[in-house]
């Protein structure tokens, strides 16, 4: 009863309150202000699609964010009620990486204000309508590249506030942004060196130069364009898999660095430099759970030829798959095609580049040693030294804030593990420019890249296991036709004269005698070879001798050679008649510039007399050569021809390059996004013996979800296999079809089809 009285109490009081104050409003002429709800975020829209394709992410996918660094994007935030600039207040944090901190980089907040102040982190440019709030969000050039989560506080007063996730959101490296630090100042050279996601790798013989078309596949089928495919082309069989994005930031996640302290690790990915170093070392696997094992044997049973990889995809993927561990196998194509596939995703400008005849100097003295015996075979060599036929790295690039003014633009980074760089094997990046100079104590690996482009070559004749006399010193017969796809085209660019000066020019000898004098240091006064190189070098020699095919060499006939000899006058025999005695070997030329045991060998003796020209016929037989080369099918022949008179001797070499039977491949219609393609491929046998267990592997980005794989069989001497393809284009604009048949006896017939996929039509 007393409960009851109290409660009538209380709301007798209370409507007396209310009538009074309803007697002064109405007085005093005010309006009752009704007290503002807190501000509730309902949803968001991050505007993936406008914003990727502002990026130019947007063939990374439409449905997650992903945006580079030092260029705003525009997110969408549904309130409650409308944002009221005065009264509420809203914090914006962005997080990436383990245990984030300001101090370190990996987390940034930023007050919403309604202009953009300096180049730090900001959220600015607002704009309301209704109960939608329009923000415009900045990340600086220098920010952190990866993964990040973004969310918001709210706050109406400093004693309470909200907190709400917003989303998660990738950045990346800006070359359209003259902020960055990988800023590259023409639209194309950017479609070239990020957007393209196919290319070419040269590979062969300086002589022999062979384009390898490859797959990049940066940017892969997204899942909102497979979802269409799905539901509105009945017979598209695609998949959707794992973007290639997310596996770079993985292998960013299983370096050593990261392993060892996240947190500093995460806290220098802002840094491209950095960056580059660590893809440089996990691309191989020598010291962590890197990409690619590599395997320079003849032996690949327990994984992939690297002959057979036509693309990085699936090479990325198998990692992703396998929980990080190595893909067998890899040489160096394979290693930079990956690296140029992974730096073009995270925003580096890159190209892949191929040295031919390219040194292996370890012992850092600029030359590289080559022995020959009496009867003219080349000789294993227990030196670590060697000339590869061609070796492939990459170029980056980059300012360098690292270097002096100067050297900014193109960097050599080589993921091939060749020697140790800082305790891992990587190399780079090394500036070009500095390269040109010699200036080889610029950091990093520099005087290294230097020996492969510039080094020289001493070839020296051994009896009973000691050097007689110096064959052959050649200045110029290392880091020859450095190549790489011309902008635009599909033709080879020789980009040497960036990497030096002309060969034999003041200028390269200038620039070759200082790096000497700086690698060599304090050995250089009890060098021998540069006193050599100062005094000229070897006398000439009495005659002149070359060796020439006389028709196009192909796998499976007999190579036809002629020596031509020609009598010159020298000053230790300046007339007369001249004997020769003529050893002749052919080898197998293995990758790595060494060979296998003869195959071949032949003596001639020949008498010149003095302006006489000799021409002589040699034969190599196929059968001497049948299952006996690799799967480069490189010879080479070497001649030494002693001169009796003067019992010195002379060296003449021909590397021969065998050609595989001829791909063709033929697209009659036009090609369409979701529309039937038939492809016609064709391969004729044009060997003596057939072609056993034969296989056949499509791939292009945008063309096909993956590969697409065919058993042919045996294809018979002099017959031809013909075979239709329907593909279903997945993206519009210029697309390439790579085809790569492999059989036992040809382990590398390769072709690829240039295709114009045109957009799809409106239903």
């Not at 979802?227 to 898999?241: A, I, M, N, T």
């Not at 880091?479 to 020789?494: F, H, L, P």
Request: one cysteine or more.
């Amino acid at each position: 009863m007393t409960e009851d009285l109290d409660d009538n109490l209380e709301d007798s009081l209370a409507s007396s309150q209310m009538a009074r104050e309803s007697v002064w409003v109405k007085e005093l002429g005010l309006k009752k202000i009704q007290p503002v709800a807190a501000l509730e975020l309902r949803s968001v829209d991050l505007q993936s699609a406008k914003n990727n394709q502002e990026h130019r992410t947007q063939e990374m996918g439409l449905q997650r964010l992903i945006v580079r660094r030092s260029q705003s994007f525009t997110i969408q935030l549904h309130f409650n009620r409308p944002f009221h600039s005065k009264k509420d207040s809203i914090t914006f944090v962005a997080e990436t990486g383990p245990a984030p901190k300001e101090l370190l980089g990996t987390r940034a907040t930023f007050l919403l204000t309604q202009a953009r102040q300096g180049n730090g982190w900001s959220a600015s440019d607002f704009t309301v309508h209704a109960n939608s709030l329009y923000v415009s969000l900045f990340t600086p050039p220098s920010a952190v590249i990866g993964p990040y989560s973004l969310k918001i506080e709210i706050s109406q007063d400093p004693s309470h506030s909200t907190t709400h996730p917003l989303g998660t959101f990738i950045l990346l490296f800006n070359p359209w942004s003259a902020e960055d630090d990988v800023y590259l100042p023409s639209e194309t050279l950017l479609q070239e060196y990020i957007m393209m996601d196919y290319g070419f790798v040269y590979k062969g013989h300086e002589r022999f130069i062979t384009p390898w078309p490859w797959n990049y596949g940066q940017v892969t089928l997204s899942a909102e364009t497979f979802l269409f495919f799905s539901l509105f082309f009945r017979d598209f069989p695609g998949k959707f898999e794992e973007d290639i994005i997310d596996i770079c930031f993985e292998i960013l996640n299983k370096s050593l660095y990261f392993l060892k302290n996240p947190s500093k690790d995460y806290s220098q990915r802002n840094d491209v430099v950095y960056i580059c170093r660590v893809v440089s070392a996990m691309i191989n696997s020598n010291d962590d759970s890197g990409v690619l094992q590599g395997n320079w044997g003849e032996d690949y049973s327990r994984g992939v030829s690297p002959l057979e990889w036509t693309g990085s995809v699936a090479i990325l993927r198998q990692w992703a798959a396998r929980g990080g561990q190595p893909v067998k196998y890899g040489q160096c194509w394979v290693f930079a095609a990956v690296m140029c596939t992974v730096m073009r995703c995270l925003g580096v400008p890159t190209r892949v580049v191929s040295n031919f005849r390219s040194a292996h100097n370890s012992d850092a003295n600029l030359t590289i040693d080559t022995y020959y015996d009496q009867h003219a075979e080349m000789l294993p060599t227990q030196k670590r030294d060697k000339i590869w036929n061609f070796h492939v790295w990459n170029e980056c690039w980059m300012i360098r804030k690292d270097l002096p003014p100067g050297y900014n633009g193109w960097q050599v980074l080589d993921p091939t593990p060749q020697q140790t760089s800082s305790g891992l094997f990587r190399c780079g990046p090394a500036s070009v420019k500095a390269i040109r100079e010699g200036e080889i104590h610029l950091p990093y690996d520099t005087p290294f890249v230097y020996a492969e482009v510039n080094a020289d070559e001493v070839v020296w004749l051994l009896k009973d296991g000691q050097a007689q006399e110096i064959l052959a010193h050649n200045t110029s017969s290392i880091g020859k036709e450095i190549s790489t796809k011309m902008v635009g085209s599909d033709q080879r660019e020789n980009i040497t004269s960036s990497y030096k000066y002309p060969e034999g020019s003041p200028e390269e000898r200038s620039v070759f005698m200082k790096a000497s004098q700086k690698m060599l240091g304090v050995r250089r006064t009890s060098s021998p070879f540069l006193d050599l190189l100062e005094s000229g070098g070897a006398v000439g020699q009495p005659a002149q001798l070359q060796l020439h095919l006389t028709r196009k060499p192909e796998w499976g006939q007999d190579l036809l050679l002629k020596l031509h000899a020609r009598r010159v006058a020298d000053r230790a025999h300046p007339q007369g008649p001249i004997h020769l005695v003529v050893d002749f070997c052919a080898q197998t030329l293995l990758h790595n510039g060494g060979t296998r045991k003869p195959l071949w060998r032949q003596k001639v003796h020949l008498t010149l007399d003095f302006g006489e020209d000799i021409q002589w016929p040699l034969s190599l037989p196929y059968n001497n050569y049948r299952n006996k080369l690799t799967d480069e099918k490189l010879i080479r022949v070497s001649g030494i021809a002693k001169v009796e008179e003067t019992g010195r001797s002379m060296l003449v070499l021909k590397d021969i390059s065998l050609e595989p039977p001829h791909l063709s491949i033929e697209v009659s219609e036009r090609a369409e996004v979701g529309k039937a393609l038939r492809v016609h491929i064709s391969l004729t046998n044009t060997l003596s013996v057939p072609l056993s267990h034969c296989t056949m592997v499509l791939e292009g980005s945008g063309l096909v979800s993956g590969q697409i794989s065919n058993d042919l069989g045996t294809l018979v001497a002099g017959h031809t296999i013909k075979i239709q393809v329907d593909l279903y284009p997945i993206k519009a604009g210029p697309r390439q079809l790579q085809v790569l048949v492999s059989s036992n006896e040809i382990k590398e017939i390769k072709g690829y089809k240039d295709i114009f996929v045109a957009a799809a039509r409106a239903p």
